[in-house]
């Protein structure tokens, strides 16, 4: 039997305010070197008589998230409390939303190779992160509160991908959304956003909800891919096996690369919600939403079409300098400074090809490579024939590691390209003379030979040669060879 | 007269008029203390040096022409509320050696207008009760009969304020814990409308209910307490953002044009009502008729679902209120070998019986499957028991009603009967869940002697029309000048 996945998604992203969701304590991201229990106060202590006030910013974040993903925003929102015991949580309940969350039917459309497709959006609600705990392999435990109450926004998707490439489209997108709208930072290593999947699977065809394993604290792409293609596959074999899929939650073994079921009853938790008597119901205008909407900045596929359309992009091109805002702001800060007519194309040849591999070489982000300013010098430089193609890409990969200026390369090294017919002539003439059997091999009809003549030539000039001359002046003394 | 007799609006006079100084006055209240405290135990902590301190402090101040409204005032504060530096118990095991590093809104107005702070009064554990009995640590005796309770929670406050202990003090009100007490013990006790007075650092026993109150002398010192406490919070999000009228100036005024409700329903419960209470509290409505107010019978149909509705509510409040105390980050903790045995044997050895109770009967009134059967019909009925409120201050301006159906029980006499206990709620329980404001003040003397107490309610944020008609009856009254007899206790 052919079988399918059904794949929803759990994604629990920080909100990058500066103060935490209910208290006034610095949001700091974990560096990991921060002394523990350095941003803490009574509040997000839990300690006995205080109150929680309602961080305005983090509830703007939120509905701009919200909105950006297409959401309704009911007029109402309601905090909830939600109750179990564990050392991390400082109050014995999280702060979080069950009924009324701020964001309710969104969707998300991502690229799949069948085309866009939309998976929808079933709710974003606001909730208080727990404190952090260290096993301190004596038997002890010690409690870090610097992240309780950091706010944290989860966004569940409803069941609607059905491959670990669709999860990896929707998880990778709405990354890039929230770091887009400056909801995030975006930095999967400090924990800013973790996923947890639940994934059934069912004959293809089906509409069956099967019952689902979810896979909890999934804290990178790598893993959220791996685990969930490892479910896939132990499901179905399950399955074909005569078997049965209980619903459970499961945690992720890195090492072991499989999934495990967490004990069950300690999980089995009744988080017994009722609304937080603290926090009186928050009330969301109109108004207020659409000045929300107004301030939105542009998002990954306006800027996509936008590129396509102004800089005659494909969309395929488009979409790989959109996917992360730093990077398409990379783009057309560069295209800015450009002194010459270099075509917006060639600039994003540039950066999707020869800076992305040197980022990938180096192991950086965009925000490590050579500044938008010293690329467009780059690109100046071969657009008006100062050095070459080929040459150009070697200053790259010189400027990535010494963070000198291309100008300064090519003046140090001498690159600049030899376009002195005169010189280049002679250059010719004393390949062709060196070679006489290839010559008379190309003249008796082996015209492939031509590319291999060209590069004796352009090894003579340590591939400085203006490479449109070579090819002139090696036709032109070829051909007079072919008549003398 | 002794310093320490003083009412706050007499102490008040004297010290502006520099007769007295405010460190006689906290001298004289802090030796009442030593000779009676030993017998009536309303302290948990008593701050002395801290308290003669203060004192200095306000006599330099007022030097220099400072005229704080509580200047010099020595009051104490029910335990239950955060003071900084100072230990703060909510009458239980489990918070024995915490001291906050944090002032309670509350006490910072008071420290701000210039109070002195004397120490911290005994309460029922985490405010559950009405006798005191269920503090940890001891249990405080009614200035009137050392054999009975002083009522509770507030119990402490209300018996330091009846023994002459202190000029006034903060106590907290989640179904009568102000009023109560203070009828048992013959004082006045105000329970302001819920936001009036800042929560924050009031250590939550039902969230939705808790609200601090005051117990005074008279009213005119309830008015002046209120004054200084009442008031928005940015700290706390349920507190109202609305001005704080003028309550002294509410006081006078007298009460023609006022109309006074007289609810059936708390005058109908024969076989828990003690027919004295039941006649004093009608003796009364009859000297508010003849100061000029209108008496109009009124009917509030859904008070008897008060007492089942709050019984599900605070409690499941309270299970989550009470979950932080885990032994992790402060308090008691009672180290086992895994981290659920430490949980266990932390909380089965921190809380009290009541506690315990409340928290498990809180925990499964909002289990799954529960919910909607027992948390979610608690709150509509507690709908329906504010629109029976709004219904009668549509016709009325102030209600009265009797504060407990009983005077001060004998202490043990309702511990092993739970529901006994709760009984004594039975007519303070509403005003929590409507969210109103309400006094006690003292009407009358039962057979035994002891003090019966009648409430006058308003509507949210009546607290004016309520004192207004509360300080009408005293001056027509001479209830509220009695004073236990302290050959009894005195050392």
Known sequence: ?484 | MELYSLTIHEARSLLAERKISALELTEAVLERILEVDNAIRAYLTLTPEEALEQARLADARRTQGDDAPLLGIPVAIKDVICTAGIPTTAGSRILENFIPPYDATAVAHLKAAGAIILGKTNTDEFAMGSSTENSAFFATRNPWDLERVPGGSSGGSAAAVAADECLGALGSDTGGSVRQPASFCGVVGLKPTYGRVSRYGLIAFASSLDQIGVLAKDVTDAAILLQVIAGYDPRDSTSVNLPVPDYMAALTGGLHGVTVGVPKEYFAAPEVMQPEVTAAVQAAVGVLADLGARILDISLPHTEYALPVYYLIAPAEASANLARYDGVRYGLRVERGDLIETYNATRGQGFGPEGKRRIMLGTYAWSAGYYDAYYLKAQKVRTLIRADFDAAFGQVDVIIAPTAPTTAFRIGEKVADPLQMYLSDIFTLSMNLAGICGVSIPCGFDHDGLPIGMQVLGPAFGEEQVLRVAYAYEQATEWHLRKPDDGRFRK
């Open chain 1, 1 to 484: 039997m052919k079988y399918e996945a059904v794949i929803g998604l759990e994604v629990h992203a920080q909100i990058h305010t500066r103060s935490k969701m209910f208290c006034p304590c610095p949001v700091v991201e974990d560096t990991g070197d921060l002394p523990p229990n350095t941003y803490v106060c009574p509040v997000c202590a839990g300690m006995p008589g205080t109150l929680p006030v309602i961080n305005r910013r983090a509830i703007e974040m939120a509905i701009k998230t919200g909105l950006a993903l297409h959401c309704e925003i009911p007029p109402v929102s309601c905090f909830a409390r939600k109750s179990y015991f564990y050392p991390d949580l400082p109050k014995g309940y999280q702060i979080s939303q069950y009924e009324l969350p701020l964001c309710v039917n969104g969707y998300l459309d991502i690229e799949t190779e069948e085309g866009t497709k939309r998976i929808r959006i079933t709710r974003a609600h606001m909730e208080e992160d727990a404190g952090k705990l260290y096993h301190m392999g004596d038997g002890s435990s010690r409690v870090d509160l610097n992240r309780a109450g950091v706010p944290l926004l989860e966004i569940v998707s409803e069941p609607d991908m059905r491959s670990v490439a669709e999860v990896i489209a929707y998880a990778t997108r709405l990354h890039s959304y929230l770091v887009y709208l400056g909801v995030n930072s975006g930095d999967m290593e400090k924990g800013v956003m973790r996923f947890e999947a639940n994934v059934s699977v069912r004959p293809a065809g089906s509409d069956a909800l099967n019952p689902r394993h979810e896979i909890k604290n999934l804290n990178s792409f790598r893993a959220l891919a791996r685990s969930v293609a490892y479910e896939i596959e132990s499901q179905i074999a399950t399955l074909e096996q005569g078997g049965v899929i209980v619903q459970q939650t499961m945690g992720w073994d890195e090492s072991r690369g499989i999934t495990v079921p967490q004990r069950g009853k300690e999980y089995a938790h009744d988080y017994r919600y009722f609304p937080d008597p603290d926090l009186p119901p928050l009330e969301i205008s109109r108004a207020w939403v659409e000045e929300l909407r107004a301030g939105l900045p542009e998002l990954p596929d306006a800027r996509r079409a936008r590129f396509i359309r102004d800089y005659g992009l494909s969309a395929y091109d488009a979409g790989l300098l959109v996917a992360e805002r730093a990077v398409a702001d990379y783009y057309e800060s560069t295209l800015s400074q450009l002194a010459s007519a270099a075509e917006p194309k060639a600039v994003a040849n540039w950066i999707t090809g020869e800076v992305f591999r040197l980022m990938n070489e180096n192991g950086c982000t965009i925000t490590g490579a050579p500044p938008p300013s010293q690329l467009a010098e780059l690109i100046d430089l071969v657009q008006d024939g100062t050095i070459n193609l080929n040459t150009g890409k070697r200053v790259l990969e010189e400027m990535f590691t010494t963070g000198r200026s291309a100008r300064q390369i090519v003046e140090e090294r001498g690159l600049a390209q030899i376009s002195d017919t005169a010189a280049l002539e002679r250059i010719v003439a004393q390949v062709l003379n060196g070679h006489p059997t290839e010559v008379t091999q190309y003249l008796s009809g082996k015209v492939q030979l031509f590319g291999w003549l060209m590069g004796q030539v352009m090894r003579a000039t340590q591939g400085k040669a203006n490479p449109q001359l070579v090819k002139e002046l090696l036709q032109a003394q070829l051909e007079a060879r072919r008549s003398g």
